[in-house]
């Protein structure tokens, strides 16, 4: 699988498709993986590919310096691709400009990252290659299975719930990785870096912390697509997992949708309906 | 209301311009007697009531938030209550698996004729916010600080 990667890349620089690609590569066998920047068809054996790629590499797709360096093709897991297709939707890049390198995923870490379970896109989709072929089949899993985690954290009574995140989120240091490792996350000016009016508390106490844990989440709100990055990112351990997974749920739930999965379907957030329900408005 | 002893809840309402505050606007000329523990916010649309407007209230010590503005397909700006509603049943949820009191975050559609309904709404959620007591949760977490 490896070297059909390396070959695939090595054509589309060679010929000048594109004049990056955008990887996984590993310096030295003992190093962790690190996203790479390939432009010579001489350097794809740095490449690498095995349970230890984790970064979600679309987020370098809306970087500047990375757009300057030519036409780019970028290797995406299955749950990587769907953050491509909001990233579309959204207008937020030209999918005629990028090559998309799928790669089939059996799922990543020792052991198996939680959103790993669930996961029901191993081969990616909307690729214009794929390289190698998933072992592991598709998770056909229901709407109580995929939110098994988040149900179970909902059995306890609120006072605990709330108990839960004040202790998780006091580690909370600010250093905002969550919003960083975001493919989401684009805006060039983020709220909570507004001064005028401050709305969010920069402070890294418990009420700055919650403020931007809710703004956060909510920014994401029928748009996050569940890489688990910002869990991955988090110098504290904090499992925002179940934060996001919480508005993935309500957008399952009331409008049917789950985000970077059906190309025909648009965007929840921005749009409305006349039947949308409001049991719960006076 | 004369008693000094019972607990007064500090509820903050957001309202859009056209309906809500104008209902509740007709409440007072009307003379409707409604509870003076809502402290009125007005803002163009239910469109515009961002999330961080209920964090920031709770913040500030309020016991309980509503969140008002017109009737479906009565708003100024065409759409912005349906927006604002589909927001909304996004944001429950978040609350509610953050262990936030959803009990205290009210939300209505009252229009520029119901003075009477803006009495009967407040009514309700003062008396149910006193049964509530104090919204210490929130609270203990801003005084950590």
Redesign the interface.
């Known amino acids: 699988m490896l070297d059909e990667l390396r070959q695939t890349c090595r054509r589309l620089l060679q010929d000048g498709t594109v004049q990056a690609v955008i990887g996984y590569g590993r310096p030295s066998p003992e190093d962790p993986v690190v996203p790479v920047f390939i432009t010579k068809p001489e350097d794809v054996d740095q490449l690498a590919w095995d349970d230890q790629c984790f970064a979600n590499l679309v987020k370098y797709l809306l970087r500047k310096e990375v757009l300057s360096l030519g036409k780019l093709a970028v290797c995406v897991k299955g749950c990587d691709q769907r953050a491509l297709l909001v990233l579309e939707k959204e207008s937020q890049i030209d999918r005629s400009q990028i090559v998309v390198i799928g790669l089939a995923c059996d799922g990543v870490g020792k052991p198996r990252l939680a959103k790993c379970a669930s996961c029901d896109v191993h081969t990616p989709r909307q690729s214009d290659f794929v390289i190698g072929k998933a072992n592991t089949p598709d998770a056909a899993a229901t709407v109580a299975e995929r939110y098994a985690e988040l149900d179970a954290f909902l059995a306890k009574p609120p006072e605990e719930r709330m108990a839960y995140w004040k202790k998780e989120l006091s580690r909370c240091v600010k250093c905002y990785a969550c919003r960083q490792v975001c493919p989401m996350c684009y805006c060039r000016q983020c709220i909570v870096d507004k001064n005028r009016p401050v709305s969010i508390s920069t402070s890294a106490t418990l009420k700055g912390n919650f403020a931007w844990h809710i703004t956060r989440a909510f920014h994401l709100a029928g748009r996050c697509v569940g890489c688990d990055e910002c869990t991955r990112a988090c110098p504290a351990g904090i499992d925002l997992r179940l934060l996001n997974l919480s508005l993935a749920k309500a957008a399952e739930e009331n409008f049917d949708y789950r985000s970077g999965m059906d190309p025909e379907k648009e965007p929840i957030i921005g749009a409305y309906s006349q039947q949308d329900h409001e049991e719960f408005i006076r | 209301m004369s008693d000094t002893n019972v607990f007064q809840p500090k509820i903050i309402a957001y309202v859009c311009n056209w309906c809500t505050y104008l209902g509740a606007d007709l409440a007072g000329t009307n003379r409707l007697e409604y509870p003076a523990n809502v402290r009125i916010i007005r803002l163009p649309c239910t469109g515009r009531i ?3 407007l209920i ?2 209230a709770f ?1 500030r010590g309020a016991d309980a938030v509503l969140v008002s503005g017109c009737h ?2 009565d708003c100024h700006y065409t ?1 912005g209550n ?2 604002a ?10 609350l ?6 959803a009990r205290r975050v ?4 009252i229009s520029a004729a119901e003075g009477k309904k803006w009495q009967q ?1 407040i009514t309700e959620i003062t008396d149910k916010t006193r049964e509530l007591g104090p919204y210490t ?1 929130y609270r203990e ?2 005084q ?2």
């Open positions: 961002d999330f961080n964090v920031k913040e479906p397909g759409a349906y927006h509603r589909r927001r909304w049943i996004l944001f429950r949820q978040l509610e698996t953050l262990g936030i009191d009210h939300f209505s559609w709404v949760a977490i801003c950590e600080c």
